[in-house]
């Protein structure tokens, strides 16, 4: 049974990646969540080894195709991964049943867009971006964007159509000087540029999330 406000600050940093997921500002160089704990994250040297295995031919750029093949294969285990009774496709109580699937952070989006907007303020920022209403989305409406056949069940061929889509939205922002290659300086400069917004993202969902349930346990 999953439970909606049981977050504590280790899901906050999962959820942190569903809302960047959202977003669409999430990192090809970002440590993968369940290796996080501990880490910091950005292109470090775990993001740099990550550069290395997704560059197949190995000539030190990442070209769209590089990106869709890595997407398409991590979506691959994530589906057996996430497939609890293996039939081959993930229904919605298994899509919940993973803590980033089934995290719901719509009924708090006024919040952390507030909150957000006052650390921006606060810090004279000019990078960090405040999300919007629509980058808040429940479990539900993530699955069925996946779940493109509306048979309740997302089967491989649709998360990997899922996966190609958002590596391509990804290559695109990392290319900053569109010549359909991405260097490993385009993407260092993209997390500079997104590193206050991640921060003050994971901040604002922290405290957001940890108000809520004082006043509930009041
Ligand atoms: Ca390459
Ligand atoms: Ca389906
Ligand atoms: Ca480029």
């Known amino acids: ?78 589906l057996e991964r996430v497939d609890a009774d293996d039939n081959g496709s993930v229904s919605f ?9 089934g995290a719901d952070l719509t009924e708090y989006a006024e919040d952390i867009i507030q909150c957000v907007t006052d650390l921006k303020e606060e810090l004279g920022s000019t990078t960090i971006q405040i999300p919007s209403v629509d980058d808040f989305k429940t479990p539900q409406a993530r699955f069925d964007s996946k779940d493109t056949n509306s048979d ?3 089967d491989l061929s649709e998360a990997q159509a899922a996966a190609t889509a958002k590596a391509t939205e990804k290559f695109e922002k ?12 385009e993407i260092r400069d993209h997390h500079q540029q997104f590193k206050g917004t991640k921060r003050a993202m994971k901040h604002c969902i922290k405290e957001t999330l940890n108000d809520n349930i004082m006043s509930d346990g009041l």
Do not use: C, W
């Open 152 to 154: 309740g069940m997302i």
């Open 174 to 185: 990392l290319d900053a000087d569109e010549d359909e290659l991405v260097t490993k300086t």
């Open 93 to 101: 109580e298994e899509y919940t049943a993973t803590r980033r699937g």
């Open 1 to 78: 049974m999953f439970k909606k406000l049981s977050f504590d600050s280790a899901t906050a940093s999962l959820v942190v990646g569903a809302a960047f997921v959202i977003m669409g500002t999430t990192l090809l160089v970002s440590t993968p969540a369940h290796a996080k704990a501990g880490g910091h994250g950005g292109p470090g040297k775990g993001g740099m080894h990550k550069f290395m295995k997704v560059d197949t031919n190995q000539d030190g750029m990442l070209d769209l195709t590089e990106m869709t093949t890595a997407a398409q294969l991590k979506a691959e285990k994530k």
